[in-house]
């Protein structure tokens, strides 16, 4: 079934707001994975063994998980455009401070600091979506948003890859140049941010009075239409949070660690940043491919066939195989991306939505530290990556079945708080 056309004056909010928004969500999650990069040599460099490098890349989604609910409420209180701009601003100093570490304590307390600045971003952007789009046309709007996340492996991991060979210039390693070079951006757009975003339609110059009241109308109507009396609202959030866990321990598990596995099997760390490309190129085909689709019922067979991308990685040793089957588990994950969060955002309206949505990718940000962690620790107990890239294939189908119930009830009202 296909997606319901986009009316015009959505069209055209969709085509101001979202390729900046790509734009600002791809340095963000650059500025979250680049360490898988960075860590080809600095792990060498400061004595960081796997496990404590799965530590690292995961207690960035500790403090990120703690300070999304209050960072929501700081957006609907101070404005968007103010307050995503002053968290990248923070976000890229501190990538860029990252350079300069001197041992495994100090990168563990910035990863901490990363995501406690990054905290707010993501969750407020999709709620932030919630102030302009109904529901019936915010499945494909997310869809392009989200497209951000393989875009920036995409583009970055080559980036990153190349930026390695600046060993030693102007004294210092190639992994301080990864760090120090793209968290520039952050700090650039930060300022940008000010000036591009308005907080919601009533304030958006760019809208004639006309389409101010439509949207003012839509959204009016989608709440009033989206309510009930049951207080079952919150029930489905916890098990659409439970769902985000297990995808969240995945897509980390694979962005943080495809390079060092992919090396594993013979890779040249160079290499790896194209193969990473091609896998995350064949994820952002199917995810643009399931914004185009109303199918919630798809939901759990694409976050099963993610899964068996994970398990075929750990039968498969060659390069080849690998890849391949990191590709299956890249379609299916990021395919799944906006079809969930089109069913849980609907799940709340009113003031509930925001909390809603927070609690959701808070839970998920336990899901990103447990899988890296898992993997790390795994390796270093077995020698191998074949345990990890099972048990998050496990986690995958758990999570597929934690999305039937949702996938059948993603078009039954929503419930809303006061």
């Known amino acids: 079934m296909t997606a319901a ?21 791809t340095v963000a999650v650059l500025d979250r994975v680049n360490i898988s990069f960075a860590a080809l040599t600095m792990n060498r460099d400061l004595g960081i063994s796997d496990r404590m490098y799965g530590f690292a890349a995961g207690v960035f989604f500790l403090s990120y998980c703690l300070f999304q609910v209050p960072a929501n409420i700081l957006l609907a209180r101070i404005g968007a ?27 563990i307390g910035l990863r901490a600091a990363l995501g406690i600045a990054e905290s707010g971003f993501y969750p407020g952007v999709i709620y932030y979506f919630t102030f302009w789009l109904p529901r019936s046309q915010r499945t494909r709007v997310l869809a392009l948003f989200l497209l951000a996340f393989p875009l920036s492996n995409i583009v970055g991991s080559p980036i990153s890859a190349h930026i390695l060979l600046m060993d030693q210039f102007a004294g210092m390693r190639g992994w301080q140049w990864v760090f120090l070079l793209e968290g520039v951006p952050a ?18 110059a760019w809208l004639s009075p006309s389409e101010r009241e439509t949207v003012a109308r839509d959204l009016s109507q989608d709440e009033a239409v989206h309510r009930t ?52 190129t064949t994820g952002a085909i ?30 498969f040793h060659s390069v080849t195989g690998a890849v391949a089957s990191f590709c299956l588990a890249a379609m299916g994950l990021l395919s799944a991306l906006p079809i969930f969060w089109s069913a849980a ?74």
């Open 81 to 107: 455009r103010r307050w995503l701009g002053l968290l990248m601003i923070v976000w890229g100093m501190v990538s860029m401070a990252t350079a300069f570490v001197p041992n495994t304590a100090a990168y």
């Open 229 to 280: 009396g049951s207080n079952s609202g919150w029930l489905k959030v916890i098990g659409d949070a439970l769902a985000y866990f297990m995808w969240s321990s995945g897509v980390y598990g694979l962005s943080f660690f495809l390079p060092k596995i992919l090396v594993a099997r013979g890779a040249s760390p160079l290499s790896t940043g194209w193969w990473a490309t091609l896998t995350f």
């Open 345 to 418: 955002t609907g799940r709340l309206s009113g003031k509930a939505a925001g909390a809603a949505i927070a609690f959701v990718n808070s839970v998920g940000a336990v899901g990103a530290f447990a899988g890296p962690y898992a993997m790390g620790w795994l390796h270093d107990s077995t020698h191998s990556y074949v345990a990890g890239l099972w048990s998050i294939a496990a986690c995958l189908g758990a999570g597929a079945l934690l999305t039937v119930n949702a996938a059948t009830d993603a078009a039954r009202p929503a419930v809303t708080t006061t």
């Open 5 to 25: 056309p986009m009316q015009p004056v959505y069209r055209r909010i969709a085509w101001r707001l979202v390729p900046f928004l790509v734009l600002l969500y």
């Open 187 to 204: 700090v650039l757009l930060g300022f940008v941010t000010w000036w591009v975003l308005a907080d919601g339609p009533l304030s958006a």
């Open 286 to 315: 199917a995810m643009y491919w399931a914004s185009h689709r109303r199918g919630y019922r798809l939901l759990p067979v694409l976050i099963f066939a993610a899964g068996v991308g994970f398990a075929a990685a750990g039968y």
